[in-house]
């Protein structure tokens, strides 16, 4: 058998262990059966209708939401402002201005998250909902910048100084050209933003208050207790979301980015 044969069934080794346990918890999600165990008893979606009548799991959702929203719409607004000093401006200590930015990918998130939380115990700042945005922000912050500011490295330069030259002003450039130019990648930062922290677990069980549960922070609490079938059904919905957003993005930036050629 050959090298390069072996290093197939390798990979096909490897993608297995890393997806089938995946695939298991979406099937056994549309289990008809209490107990999660094969044969199945039948198919059903009897789960997902008890997630639907959970109300502390329509809580949970409610919470990502809103926070994967407002910090979508906060890292995307200064990714794009960060983008744009980066690209079209000098100044001094540019390079450290892009290292701090970029800086928070290169930490752990444990680390990022403990060393947040001990700052602003030594300020004597209480856990709340504003510390956990903040925190969401900083994590994805870095995404929105490096995805914007790859797009806007491509845009050439001439295409906004014809528009000034034509007795545009810059603020009128930026919206009639920059930003249509740049829309499929800050469409693609803000999904990134908002699946990144719709997703987070690490540092939301550091940040949040006491009684604000996100939909991660609602699974693992509720597998101390028992593996549920609701919490399969619940996985498939995560997967469904965290994988087909992405998708769907990059489909739709696929498109926009076609138009704006």
């Not at 059903?44 to 939401?65: D, H, K, M, P, T």
């Not at 403990?114 to 900083?138: C, D, E, T, W, Y």
């Amino acid at each position: 058998m050959s090298g390069w044969a072996l290093i197939r069934i390798w990979t096909v080794v490897v993608y297995l262990f890393m997806f089938l346990p995946v695939a298991v918890v979406v099937l056994l999600s549309f289990n008809a059966s209490q107990f999660g165990a094969f044969p199945m008893t039948g198919l059903s979606l009897r789960w997902f209708g008890e997630l639907w009548a959970n109300e502390a799991i329509l809580r949970a959702f409610r919470v990502s939401f809103l926070l994967g929203a407002l910090t979508a719409a906060i890292s995307t607004t200064l990714g794009v402002l960060a983008a744009l000093a980066l690209v079209r401006y000098d100044f001094r200590g540019k390079n450290l201005v892009s290292t701090v930015l970029i800086a928070p990918i290169l930490v752990p998130e444990v680390v990022l998250a403990v060393a947040l939380l001990l700052f602003l115990r030594f300020l004597q700042m209480p856990k709340s909902f504003a510390l956990l945005l903040l925190g969401h922000v900083i994590f994805t912050l870095p995404f929105v910048v490096l995805v914007v500011q790859a797009r806007l490295v491509g845009i050439r330069r001439d295409v906004e100084e014809a528009a000034l030259s034509l007795g545009a002003s810059p603020r009128q450039t930026f919206f009639a050209v920059t930003l249509p130019l740049l829309a499929p990648a800050i469409f693609a930062g803000m999904l990134f933003a908002f699946t990144i922290s719709f997703d987070d677990i690490t540092g939301t069980l550091f940040w949040k208050p006491g009684g604000v549960e996100t939909v991660p922070t609602q699974i693992f609490a509720m597998l101390r207790n028992s593996i549920s079938p609701e919490i399969n059904a619940l996985g498939t919905v995560m997967i469904v979301l965290t994988v087909g957003l992405p998708l769907l993005g990059a489909a739709i930036a696929r498109r926009l980015g076609a138009r704006t050629r």
